[in-house]
């Protein structure tokens, strides 16, 4: 079991940036693949970046490609989402999870969710 808790969100002007992280209890947590999703009002979930296990291998959506920065630190079970050159687009709630399997970009690979935290970008 791993428990997820998101920080860092808040109320930013277009062009800023701001740092989530996202803290997991249990001693594992250097098994667990993470990824970031975001969810916009009346929108689906969407997928926004993930790293592999040892923090080897990241993906990202082409939306946040080249703005946004996953990273973990395994002796603090905290993995980061650096957020720069926030769009107004960018607005959501955002949520880690953890995967037990390998990365993936869908939701529906990964099995623990946080409870997310909020962005919102003002233009």
């Known amino acids: 079991q791993v428990q997820l808790v998101e920080s860092g969100g808040g109320l930013v002007q277009a062009g800023g940036s701001l740092r989530l992280s996202c803290a997991a209890s249990?001693?594992?947590?250097?098994?667990?693949?993470m990824g970031w999703f975001r969810q916009a009002p009346g929108k689906e979930r969407e997928f926004v970046a993930a790293i592999s296990w040892s923090g080897g291998s990241t993906y990202y959506a082409d939306s946040v490609k080249g703005r946004f920065t996953i990273s973990r630190d395994n002796a603090k079970n905290t993995v980061y989402l650096q957020m720069n050159s926030l769009k107004p687009e960018d607005t959501a709630v955002y949520y880690c999870?953890?995967?037990?399997?390998?990365?993936?970009?869908?939701?529906?690979?990964?099995?623990?969710w946080g409870q997310g935290t909020q962005v919102t970008v003002s233009s």
């Open positions: 249990g001693r594992t947590f250097s098994s667990y693949a």
């Open positions: 999870a953890a995967s037990m399997g390998i990365v993936v970009v869908t939701p529906r690979g990964y099995d623990y």
